[in-house]
């Protein structure tokens, strides 16, 4: 399945089964998204090829490490690599069709606002999940 950013310019491909969607509703994410909670694929690392748009790839990095990589032409969020290369993680909005996927858990649920509703039976964790971070 493909996958692109706003602008059609940064462009890569995901295969393999995908998995559930996991949401990330701590504060950086909320920063980062503009919105509630990251919703996110995670992916094995030969799972994704960038088709285009590689050049387009821009990383910010906060002074304690937490990483946001994005297309430095419309700002779109995009997959990245978690720091010791074992896994991708892929904003699911940039897909572009529906995966036909659920949500299989919310991670940092107690640092919410109260705007940020959650409507699933989902598993919720308030702080990382268990054995992270
Ligand atoms: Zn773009
Ligand atoms: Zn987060």
Known sequence: MKGSCLCGKCVFDLKGEIDAVGKCHCSKC???SGTGSNAVHSAKPENLAWLSGEASIKTYVMPD??????CNDCGSPLP??????ALWIV?????DEDPGVNIKGHIWTGDRPSWDVIDDTAVQFLQGPPGVG
Request: charged letters at 20%; glycine letters at 16%; proline letters at 5%.
């Open 30 to 32: 909320r920063k980062v």
């Open 91 to 95: 904003p699911a909005g940039l897909l």
């Open 80 to 85: 990245m690599l978690i720091e010791n290369g």
């Open 65 to 70: 490490g937490w990483r946001s990589t994005f």
